[in-house]
């Protein structure tokens, strides 16, 4: 078979059996696509909104990951398409392995939980990766994904789960006996200029209402992919070059702009001081210490508000969740901000610390000023900061079809070199201390205490 006569590629041209995404794009519902979609475990999905808690600054911002998961998998027919105009590219994945990608594509944010990115930024010890719901569902051979896939697909459950998660598969796959397919195809869902991205930066401005994501030629950029020199990953032939740039610059923004817009950050360290005070109540309680992940693993957004809402008068925090999703939203207000540039010595005393060093600092603060006689509670007080982990580095090779050769993307544009590869992450991520408005007058008490002024 060719990768052209894939029955979900053949649908993407006849306009029948469609589903409309925001946006004017329409996605191909070939029977074993609808079947995948229509199990309890992708379901869920519309129940996640991709963004969490940034629908509190922009109200737009409420697409779902099951949208942006048919978003990424319609993306990946579109790319298929693009490369098997080169004869190289098909003799090295065949059909087998561009089914894989659809596949993977499709699933490849089926384990993820509501709130996760938050929640694992703060590396509680004992947490599992979402990764670990996507392998609960895709090698539990008795869920309905894993059997959908079995006798649907192609592909392994243990091929997709390598792409979604870097886990080798046991045995004798497609995938492992071909290292360089592996390579390929993990950069091409998840790589610096990757399908998920190019669908994530469009989709959440669109939502969100700003412009910022938009602004890339995606079919520029598709049309523009090919393999690398060493046959084993994606490049970019100079055709693509400038929407490849625009693309790096359009995720630049996206993120100074809505990611870790100061508000955002201000709901997103809530919700983090707020599980991680649950996360210690139930250490305390002796519940096992991943106990709040396996709690969320299958849980929608409606769900785990619910059962925040438990747990946090338990553990103390009932204002933080009533804050974030009680009847009158009342999110808690900047008092610093630290930046790598402008702010250096309390910037890295801050930035890429454990989220337990954080906590506790915020907590020490607010005992030292209860000894002065200021009236603060610890979890009124909190320290937002570039979590440790950092972004993936723009790296990716651009081909000149005149003479053959491949020069790195960032080393033949300064914009990628200064907004992709130095030091993303300090561009655009700072430190911030945030407290409840009721200490807004004990703003320079506070930051006296903590010595950051």
């Known amino acids: 078979m060719s990768i052209l006569e894939i029955p979900e590629i053949v649908a993407l041209d006849s306009r029948r059996n469609i589903i409309r995404l925001p946006g004017e794009t329409d996605a191909p519902l070939t029977p074993r696509v609808r079947r995948i979609i229509d199990t309890p475990q992708f379901r869920r999905l519309a129940g996640i909104r991709q963004l969490g808690l940034v629908s509190l600054v922009y109200p737009g911002a409420i697409h779902s990951r099951f949208e942006h998961s048919l978003g990424v998998y319609r993306l990946a027919l579109i ?137 890339f030629d995606q079919e520029r950029l598709l049309s523009g992919f090919c393999l690398n020199q060493n046959q084993d990953g994606p490049a970019i032939s100079t055709k ?19 990611y870790w817009h100061h508000t955002v950050r201000s709901a997103t360290a809530m919700l983090q001081r707020m599980c991680f005070e649950i996360y210690q109540h139930q250490n305390r309680s002796g519940h096992a210490p991943a106990s709040l992940v396996e709690s969320l693993q299958n849980t929608t957004d409606a769900e785990a508000i619910r059962y925040f809402e438990t747990l946090s008068t338990h553990a103390g925090v009932e204002e933080i969740w009533s804050g974030l999703f009680g009847q009158k939203r009342c999110l808690y207000k900047q008092i610093a901000e630290f930046s790598y540039f402008e702010a250096q010595e309390p910037y890295h005393r801050l930035a890429r610390r454990p989220f337990a060093e954080l906590a506790q600092l915020a907590r020490q603060t607010a005992f030292r000023l209860q000894e002065s006689g200021v009236q603060i509670e610890p979890h009124e007080i909190l320290i937002d900061a570039p979590p440790v982990e950092k972004e993936i580095e723009w790296i990716i090779d651009v081909r000149d079809p005149k003479d053959g050769k491949y020069r790195p993307l960032a080393e033949i544009s300064p914009a990628v070199r200064v907004l992709a590869t130095e030091q993303f992450d300090d561009f655009v991520k700072r430190a911030r201390l945030f407290v409840h408005p009721r200490q807004i007058q004990n703003a320079s008490r506070i930051l006296e205490a903590m010595e950051l002024r």
Request: proline share 5%; net charge negative.
């Open 79 to 215: 790319l298929l398409q693009r490369l098997t105009r080169s004869s190289a590219f098909e003799s090295i994945v065949s059909w087998q392995g561009a089914e894989l990608l659809i596949l993977s594509a499709l699933l490849h944010d089926v384990g993820h939980y509501p709130f996760c990115h938050p929640i694992e930024d703060m590396r509680l010890p004992g947490e599992k990766p979402h990764e670990a719901g996507a392998a609960r569902y895709l090698l539990d051979e008795s869920s309905e994904i894993a059997t959908a896939i079995r006798e649907d697909w192609n592909s392994s459950a243990e091929d997709v789960l390598y792409l979604l998660s870097g886990a080798l598969p046991r045995g004798e796959t497609f995938l492992s006996t071909r290292p360089n397919v592996r390579k390929l195809l993990a950069g091409l869902l998840s790589g610096p200029a990757d399908i998920d991205k190019m669908d994530y930066l469009f989709r959440d401005s669109l939502h969100a209402g700003v412009p910022y994501g938009k602004n």
């Open 240 to 258: 693509g070059k400038t929407a490849a740039e625009l693309m790096v610059f359009a995720r630049y923004v996206m993120f100074s702009e809505v």
